[in-house]
């Protein structure tokens, strides 16, 4: 039996990994993929780093854990039942463990437009408080309809004032950027701008943010009716969620969704994790 089952190998889960180790616990991670980073991004604003590529930062991540000697399962888990102990269902086994760490990230959800992934990372961004500081005082378009758009564009509002929102044929806003309303058919590359297609017109602008939403990994424990808030974020006090033993941290819980705040929320989760099993 692990001391602790972290799920997700990304900023958060493998800091609390590296934490739980060094406290001389047992935890095993499994993640299933590179998470919010496996979009083609590079990272600027994290301490001690100048630049690298996501992938390649989670990369060291999940190597500076399996140098600890901790597992790191490439996984996906479907399931977690509770007995005398946890027990966490992949695929492929299954696990038990006195604790949970759930740090499986909020995925920014993608749009069905032709064009829009060839460009993920050469123009076309999912989140504007990383990558909007690259394009200050250009004309930026954002794409999305609801709150969660409205919250992107407020950040965009920082670095240009030349915004256009593509509402893709959704409601309109009171705002007071330039709107197109007509569905987008397709984005396309030329002489470093991206063109973005209606059925009816082009626009021209030097980056699209898309803002359709974000969505939790956290099905697999549905049915253990973890609480959550309207966006979908794990609702936890001091890490721990409305189930004893299970704690979260990362994009999952909310905030500032930045990696220098997952890792820290692994951090703190971890010393969390170790008083609450010291108290069993
Ligand atoms: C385009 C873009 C650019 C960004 N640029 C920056 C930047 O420049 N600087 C910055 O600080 N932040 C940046 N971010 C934000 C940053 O990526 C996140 O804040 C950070 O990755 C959150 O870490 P996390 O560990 O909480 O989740 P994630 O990194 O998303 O990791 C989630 C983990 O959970 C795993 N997982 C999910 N579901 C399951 C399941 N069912 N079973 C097993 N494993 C599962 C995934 O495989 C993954 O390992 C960017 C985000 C985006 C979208």
Request: no cysteine.
């Given at each position: 039996m692990f001391d602790c089952i972290v799920i997700g190998s990304g900023p958060s889960g493998i800091s609390a990994a590296i934490y739980l180790k060094r406290f001389g616990l047992d935890v095993l991670v499994i993640g299933k993929d590179y998470g919010t980073l496996s979009i083609n991004t590079k990272i600027e604003?994290?301490?001690?780093?100048?630049s690298i590529d996501g992938v390649d930062l989670i990369k060291k991540g999940i190597l500076q854990a399996s140098n600890l000697g901790i597992s790191v399962l490439e996984e996906e888990v479907v399931k977690i039942e509770m007995s005398d102990s946890f027990v966490v269902g992949t695929s492929i086994n299954s696990y038990n463990a006195k604790t949970i760490f759930i740090a499986t990230g909020m995925k920014r959800n993608s749009l069905n437009i032709k064009g829009l992934k060839e460009l993920e990372g050469s123009g076309v961004s999912y989140c504007a408080v990383c990558d909007g500081f690259l394009y200050r005082k250009k004309r930026i378009g954002i794409i999305g309809s609801g709150d969660y758009m409205l919250s992107e564009l407020e950040v965009l509002r920082r670095f240009s004032n030349d915004l256009v929102v593509f509402t893709n044929g959704e409601e309109v806003f009171d705002i007071n950027e330039f709107k197109v309303i007509d569905k987008v058919i397709s984005i396309n590359k030329e002489n470093d701008l991206i063109k973005v297609n209606t059925s009816s017109k082009s626009y021209e602008v030097n980056c699209l943010f898309v803002a359709a939403g974000m969505a939790n990994g956290t099905s697999f424990a549905r049915h253990l009716g973890l609480l959550t808030d309207e966006v979908g974020h794990l609702i936890v006090n001091d890490y721990m969620t409305?189930?004893?033993g299970i704690f979260a941290g990362g994009d999952a819980i909310g905030g500032v969704k930045q990696i220098v705040k997952a890792a820290s929320d692994g951090c703190v989760a971890a010393y969390k994790i170790k008083d609450y099993i010291k108290g069993l």
């Open positions: 604003n994290y301490y001690g780093i100048e409305n189930i004893p």
